[in-house]
C-alpha cells in the first residue's frame, strides 16, 4: 500500500511520499486507469482482482440470458402436425418456467397458478426461485391473454381446471403460501388423505370436473 501512495503522490527528496494539493491530488487519481473511486459508505469497495472476476461472471451471465432469450423467441410460435403451439416464458417458480398455449384453447400453466377455493393465486411462495418475480410475470401473462382475445382452459400442473379467466387470475397478485389457512373448499377435485377413489377404474371411467364454474 506504501508502495502504492508513493506511485500516486510521487515522492519529495527523502523518498517519502510527497504533499499534493487537492487539485494535483484529482489530477493524479484522473491519470491512473487503475484507481477506480467507489463510496465507501454503500460498501463499494472490493480488490480489483474480484472486481475483475464479477464482471466477467456477469458478462457471461448476460451472454447466456441472451443466448436463452433467442432460443425462447425461436419457439414462441409452432405448428407440430397442425397443432398450433405458443410458448410464454413466465419466470418466478423457476427462472426458465414455460407455460402453453395450445390451438388457442388449452392453457398448460404448470406451476405459475394454484387454485384456491375462491380463485388462483401465485403458486406456493415456500417453492418459487423469486416470489416478487412469480407474482410480475402472472400479470403479464394476463395482459398477453387479453391482448390476444384468448379465454382458454386453463390446466394447472395440481389443481385441476378452469374455464373462468377471472377466476384463474382473481388474486394474481398474491402468493399461496401454504403457512396461512385458506378456506376449505369441499367441492375441490382432490384429497390429500384418502386417495381410496384414485382408482384405473375410475380414472378411466370420467372427466375430473373444473373449478370456478
Same mark, same amino acid.
Given at each position: ?9 510521487? &515522492?519529495?527528496? /527523502? =523518498? ?6 487537492? $487539485? ?21 469497495? @472490493? ?7 464479477? $464482471?466477467? $461472471? ?10 436463452? /432469450? ?28 414455460? @407455460? ?12 405459475? %397458478?394454484?387454485? =384456491? ?31 390476444? =382475445? @384468448?379465454?382458454?382452459?386453463? %390446466? &394447472? ?47 378411466? =371411467? ?8
Amino acid at each position: 500500500m506504501y508502495d502504492y501512495l508513493k506511485a500516486l503522490f510521487g &515522492t519529495d527528496e /527523502n =523518498g517519502n511520499p510527497a504533499a499534493l494539493t487537492f $487539485e494535483q491530488l484529482e489530477q493524479a487519481i484522473a491519470a491512473n486507469k487503475e484507481l477506480k473511486l467507489v463510496n465507501l459508505a454503500d460498501g463499494g469497495y @472490493v480488490s480489483k482482482d474480484k472486481f475483475d472476476a464479477k $464482471e466477467t $461472471e456477469l458478462t457471461g451471465v448476460k451472454q447466456q440470458l441472451a443466448t436463452a /432469450n433467442t432460443t425462447i423467441q425461436s419457439y414462441k410460435d409452432m405448428d407440430i402436425d397442425g397443432i398450433k403451439i405458443k410458448c410464454f416464458l413466465v419466470p418466478g417458480h423457476t427462472w426458465g418456467h414455460m @407455460v402453453y398455449l395450445i390451438d388457442d384453447k388449452y392453457l398448460f400453466t404448470g406451476d405459475t %397458478i394454484w387454485f =384456491g377455493a375462491d380463485g388462483g393465486y401465485s403458486f406456493i411462495s415456500s417453492l418459487a426461485e423469486d416470489n416478487k418475480l412469480a407474482v410480475k410475470s402472472l400479470a403479464i401473462l394476463e395482459e398477453k391473454l387479453k391482448t390476444m =382475445g @384468448v379465454k382458454p382452459l386453463f %390446466i &394447472t400442473g395440481h389443481t385441476g381446471w378452469t374455464d373462468n379467466f377471472a377466476f384463474a387470475f382473481a388474486h394474481k397478485d398474491q402468493l399461496c403460501s401454504p403457512f396461512k389457512k385458506r378456506v376449505h373448499d369441499p367441492s375441490a377435485p382432490y384429497d390429500a388423505y384418502d386417495e381410496s377413489d384414485d382408482t384405473e377404474e375410475n380414472a378411466k =371411467g370420467g372427466y375430473l370436473k373444473g373449478v370456478g364454474r
